[in-house]
């Protein structure tokens, strides 16, 4: 399985390229692709995603919350603040989700890096355009 970030779901949808449209796409193709929980709270925010695409993302396996998800979360979003990088609410709950999970997260969001410095996360990342 590999977890797919927003940035890099929405490029997929808008028929973006590059190599994690390009993972996404495959994952999603051999049904591979899991989203974190916070993603799929992401994509379903946008107003602008017609209903029937807002199904899709439901259908999506998600990575489950474990037993204490959330002090890990709040304890490695202070690791990372703590090295004087950003950590983002999201970017810390969906970091947290893969990690407790061991999957890698497809992304184009650089933020993330903060979280593979201090914490191991593992990505496949494609630089922003």
């Given at each position: 399985?590999?977890?797919l970030d927003s940035s890099s779901f929405v490029a997929y949808l808008a028929g973006d390229?590059?190599?994690d449209v390009d993972a996404a796409a495959l994952a999603l193709e051999h049904r591979q692709?899991?989203?974190p929980p916070v993603v799929l709270s992401e994509l379903l925010s946008d107003p602008r995603?017609?209903?029937t695409v807002k199904r899709l993302f439901e259908q999506l396996p998600l990575l489950e919350i474990v037993d204490g998800y959330w002090a890990r979360a709040g304890l490695l979003r202070s690791r990372v603040l703590a090295h004087g990088r950003r950590?983002?609410?999201a970017d810390t709950l969906i970091a947290?989700?893969?990690l407790d999970h061991d999957v890698e997260l497809v992304t184009r969001d650089d933020d993330f890096q903060h979280f593979v410095e201090?914490?191991?996360l593992r990505l496949f990342r494609s630089p922003r355009r």
């Open positions: 399985m590999i977890a390229g590059g190599p692709a899991i989203l995603v017609a209903p950590a983002r609410l947290q989700s893969c201090v914490a191991g």
